[in-house]
């Protein structure tokens, strides 16, 4: 049955993102994320901006799928789903009917040999790329950050670089700096606004391009090999950085693609791929486990 009524809420710290906490009566009062403006775009929805809370009547079923698709993943508890997904470049099959779950609020680490399709898969999460079959939900929105940060962090300062993605909405200079040192300090860079961004570590680049992906509010980040050509200690200032934005009262979820092993520890669950197909799923101490049977030093 579709929603007669939305109830929603503006996000905690983004009056402005286009995702909203909401329940339905159609998803038997559970939260789900509902994108606003897309609604608003086709006429469904009418909000004063600026108030906190709004109940919005639905006039069309038009957006029946979209609402039970996002609504069901969360209402699974799920910020992450993909079911039987697989994809092919040529006669080259790179994804099998692959499946995993992830639960909201988590740190899920994916790991394997190289081009067994990671980085496909998080591509296909992230909207860049279609799969051939099977079906992905990823709770809206989601930010990407890749392996290299000089491919994402284009700013001549930190600051320009974080608030990069909120020049499409009109908000005030005050509002926007605020934000951005919000943003710095989750990833453990407090007062670097004013930085250039060439003066970076790879490891302080690495944390701007978190910081940037967070501030427009993710509900998923997917985050493919960030560590790897960074040494020890920027490595545990990235993950640490991930480790403190996941969970929290937004419940944001973290699919993070590595080779280095040494960092399963820092996850809630694991999985590891191989010929396109994930192998296995379970604690990092269980993956341990499995990779050491495997041969790997883990
Ligand atoms: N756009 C593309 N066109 C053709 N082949 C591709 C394309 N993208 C990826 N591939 C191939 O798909 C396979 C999987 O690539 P993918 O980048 O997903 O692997 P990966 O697991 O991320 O590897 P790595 O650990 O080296 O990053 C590889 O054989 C790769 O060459
Ligand atoms: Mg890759």
Redesign the pocket.
Known sequence: MLAKQLHLVQHPCMPFSRSWQGHSDCLGLRPCTINVRHYERQGLLQYRPGIARASIQLHDSSNKDQIEQNGAVAALGVALEVSHVSKA??D?Q??SDVCLEVPRGSFHMLV????????????ILGGL?KADRGMCHVLPPAGFVF?NPDHQVVMPTVGADVAFGLGRYKLKEAHVRAHVERMLEAVNLPGFARRQTHTLSGGQKQRVAIAGALAECPKVLLL??LTTFLDGEDQKGVLEAVRNCVGGPDEVTALW?T?RLEELEWADRVSY?DN?RIQFTGSPREATVYLKRLGAHV
Do not use: A, I
């Open positions: 470049f040529g080259k790179v994804l394997g040999p190289n081009g067994c399709g990671k980085s496909t898969l998080l591509r790329m392996q493919d090999e693609v080779h791929m396109g």
